[in-house]
Nanobody, 123 residues
Framework: QVQLVESGGGLVQAGGSLRLSCAAS????????MGWFRQAPGKEREFVAS????????YYVDSVKGRFTISRDNIKKTVTLQMSSLKPEETAVYYC????????????????WGQGTQVTVSS
């Protein structure tokens, strides 16, 4: 089992940067691919990025390619989402999640979720 806790959210101006972290507990962390999702008010939760078990492969939704970077540290049991050139429409609660499968975007493929961290991008 994996427990996940996100941090690093906050208020940032459009064009700014923010770094989100996800701290995991549980011995099985390195067995899981990790993903980041976001959910804006009144909208479905959407996939943002994922990284495989070893951290050697990553996958992004097209809208964030070149601006967001996902990484992981299996010793520290952390996953990071570095976000730059943020846009107001990216205001959302950001969640990290763990999956047995890499490169999947549907929420149903993820077994464990954090509580989320709010990111607000002002125009």
């Amino acid at each position: 089992q994996v427990q996940l806790v996100e941090s690093g959210g906050g208020l940032v101006q459009a064009g700014g940067s923010l770094r989100l972290s996800c701290a995991a507990s549980g011995r099985a962390f390195s067995n899981y691919a990790m993903g980041w999702f976001r959910q804006a008010p009144g909208k479905e939760r959407e996939f943002v990025a994922s990284i495989n078990w070893a951290g050697g492969s990553t996958y992004y939704v097209d809208s964030v390619k070149g601006r967001f970077t996902i990484s992981r540290d299996n010793i520290k049991k952390t996953v990071t989402l570095q976000m730059s050139s943020l846009k107001p429409e990216e205001t959302a609660v950001y969640y990290c999640a763990a999956s047995r499968v890499f490169m999947v975007t549907a929420t149903g493929h993820y077994d464990y979720w954090g509580q989320g961290t709010q990111v607000t991008v002002s125009s």
